[in-house]
């Protein structure tokens, strides 16, 4: 049985219709690296409410999603590990797919989609798997963890990482208040809470 949809909290807004600040918003992500084809959905969508906080946002988020010193196959890993942690459906919608393009492997996909460790992933996946659990669980990292992952990836990557993810909770967390959910004919990744 589909997961029960729920309704979005915020009106999409129509592009005929946007103010000045929305119309600058919207011409600046089409500017960026998303491309000219992007719409108003999505974060995206709710910041077109508040469109001098989404210019901020798309900027950091362009820079984390696109010119970090991550590989784009572990920066998409730690934004499924993001999105996962905070069933973010929209977010899983649009990242998943991207994740198996940039080399994550379907079966780790899948582990992760169901909440499970994902075991037969590479190195240098399980170990920000490992960073990003004991971080959102903890709130903290401890020695073992930070050292491990930081074998891997080097200073300016570590931090980075953590920019990386801490944007992508900004993400979950407008996703998740605002209902923002995937196309109506695309499958929910998450249960629904009731």
């Known amino acids: ?53 989404g210019d901020l946002a798309q900027k950091l988020g362009a820079h984390c999603r696109y010119n970090t010193t991550l590989s784009p196959r572990l920066s998409e890993f730690a934004i499924l590990c993001t999105a996962r942690l905070w069933r973010a459906q929209y977010e899983w919608f649009a990242h998943a797919p991207m994740a198996e393009k940039a080399g994550v492997k379907t079966k780790t996909i899948q582990d992760l989609r169901a909440g499970r460790e994902p075991k037969s992933a590479p190195k240098d996946e399980r170990a920000i798997y490992a960073f990003v659990q004991e971080l959102y669980k903890t709130r903290r990292v401890s020695d073992r963890t930070y050292n491990r992952l930081h074998a891997l990836l080097g200073d300016k990557a570590m931090a980075e990482l953590v920019g990386i993810l801490g944007y992508y909770v900004l993400i979950s967390m407008t996703l998740n208040v605002f209902r923002m959910m995937p196309p109506a004919d695309a499958e929910l990744a998450f249960a629904e809470p009731k």
């Open 1 to 53: 049985m589909p997961a029960k949809r729920p309704a979005p909290r915020l009106a999409l807004v129509d592009e005929a219709h946007m103010n000045d600040a929305q119309r600058l918003l919207m011409d600046a992500l089409r500017a960026g690296p998303r491309g000219k084809s992007i719409t108003p959905r999505g974060p995206f969508a709710v910041w077109m409410h508040a469109p001098e906080l």
